[in-house]
């Protein structure tokens, strides 16, 4: 059993910060890909960035630059550093766990708010 919980999210002003984190727990295999995705409203759920265990961090167009994933493999711990942040970032977060063979893991979701 694998269980995924985000935390973090929250108000903030436009051009300010938030770093959201992303805790597995449960079987978890040393291969595994680790990934931010949102859901703004009233529209699909979208990737953000991934972070592979063993390769590079890949990012969506929208938050290069801006957005950081990170990781601690030893904690099973993923991190989002979001900075300037924009109205359009305005979204549900949600982690994934994904690991071999095919299996899929979901937090609930964190809200992110970007308000003046």
């Known amino acids: 059993q694998v269980q995924v919980v985000e935390s973090g999210g929250g108000l903030v002003q436009p051009g300010g910060s938030l770093r959201l984190s992303c805790v597995a727990s449960?079987?978890?295999?040393?291969?595994?890909?680790m990934g931010w995705y949102r859901q703004p409203p009233g529209k699909q759920r979208e990737l953000v960035a991934l972070?592979?265990?063993?390769?590079?961090?890949d990012y969506a167009d929208a938050v290069k630059g801006r957005f950081t994933i990170s990781r601690d493999n030893a904690e099973n711990t993923a991190y989002l550093q979001m900075n300037s942040l924009k109205p359009e970032d305005t979204a549900v977060y949600y982690c994934?766990?994904?690991?071999?063979?095919?299996?899929?893991?979901w937090g609930q979701g964190t809200q992110v708010t970007v308000s003046s």
């Open positions: 994934k766990l994904s690991q071999p063979p095919r299996n899929e893991y």
């Open positions: 972070s592979p265990s063993n390769g590079v961090p």
């Open positions: 449960g079987s978890i295999l040393s291969l595994n890909v």
